[in-house]
């Protein structure tokens, strides 16, 4: 491994913004057991299906209408 590495004509990574940032989230069991048998009938991880329906709620500008019992 060198001393020192010379990064004057590196450029910024054009994917950085892209990168997933790690959150700390509260869901109920039952959801995340819906999401989790999804996954495993799509043959993904759960995290990433509630990644791609939460990215398509937000391009698709969905809101979530609430409705109290």
């Not at 994917?15 to 043959?43: C, H, L, N, P």
Request: proline fraction near 3%; charged fraction near 35%; hydrophobic fraction near 35%.
């Amino acid at each position: 491994m060198r001393e020192s590495y010379d990064f004057s004509k590196s450029i910024p990574n054009p994917y950085a913004k892209r990168v997933k940032k790690q959150i700390t989230i509260r869901i109920d069991e039952e959801t995340i057991s819906y999401f989790k048998d999804m996954a495993d009938k799509k043959g993904i991880a759960y995290q990433s299906l509630i990644n791609l329906y939460l990215r398509d709620c937000a391009n698709e500008h969905r809101e979530l209408e609430i409705k109290w019992a």
